[in-house]
T-cell receptor, first 113, second 112 residues
Framework: QKEVEQDPGPLSVPEGAIVSLNCTYSNSAFQYFMWYRQYSRKGPELLMYTYSSGNKEDGRFTAQVDKSSKYISLFIRDSQPSDSATYLCAMIPPQDSNYQLIWGAGTKLIIKP | DADVTQTPRNRITKTGKRIMLECSQTKGHDRMYWYRQDPGLGLRLIYYSFDVKDINKGEISDGYSVSRQAQAKFSLSLESAIPNQTALYFC???????????FGSGTRLTVV
């Protein structure tokens, strides 16, 4: 079993819809959670960074962490065609003092105009 | 100019050839990484370096080697390329807290 599981998709939704992207993880000690966005033929770029449980909002994006369920989500409101990309979750295990990221495989998101 | 620059962007090489991928950064970060990305497998760490004198193997280092020529430069070599090394390769940098990685645009390598 992988430490971080993420549905590869593709997830296809109409423009304007609310998108929910998710990752589950097996190590309950994870405390730092990140979402990266990767456009085709580009490197991943950091989108959201959260620590511990709760919600964090940035514009149309909301990152949610549920540590009791070992589940994190990224919500995109009023989705736009420009949001079409692959979204990767990443986590840092606290026992790793070198802060090496553990990556999900990524979910491909397609927003249809 | 990009914060992290990778060269070349695309490369086709033959089985058995030695090839070097180069990475340079202007972020001033000490930490640099080489990742490989394959469809369905996500990003896998090949090597990482926390400073010029520090080189560490990642989860898939076999068949690869690296050189940290300076704080800003980190190169990846395939000593004898094989077809299953066909992939997208990314260089990344981070600060010491690991709070965010900055990636290059990648090198698409095809081994025929």
């Amino acid at each position: 079993q992988k430490e971080v599981e993420q549905d590869p998709g593709p997830l296809s939704v109409p423009e304007g819809a609310i998108v929910s992207l998710n990752c589950t993880y097996s190590n309950s000690a994870f405390q730092y959670f990140m979402w990266y966005r990767q456009y085709s033929r580009k490197g991943p770029e950091l989108l959201m960074y959260t620590y511990s449980s709760g919600n964090k909002e940035d514009g149309r994006f909301t990152a949610q962490v549920d540590k009791s369920s070992k589940y994190i989500s990224l919500f995109i409101r009023d989705s736009q065609p420009s949001d079409s990309a692959t979204y990767l979750c990443a986590m840092i295990p606290p026992q790793d003092s070198n802060y090496q990221l553990i990556w999900g495989a990524g979910t491909k998101l397609i927003i249809k105009p | 100019d990009a914060d992290v620059t990778q060269t070349p962007r695309n490369r086709i090489t033959k089985t058995g050839k030695r090839i070097m991928l180069e990475c340079s950064q202007t972020k001033g970060h000490d930490r640099m990484y080489w990742y490989r990305q394959d469809p369905g497998l996500g990003l896998r760490l090949i090597y990482y370096s926390f400073d010029v004198k520090d080189i560490n193997k990642g989860e898939i280092s076999d068949g690869y080697s690296v050189s940290r020529q300076a704080q800003a430069k980190f190169s990846l070599s395939l000593e004898s390329a094989i077809p299953n090394q066909t992939a997208l390769y990314f260089c990344a940098t981070s600060g010491s807290s690991g709070s965010g990685y900055t990636f290059g645009s990648g090198t698409r390598l095809t081994v025929v």
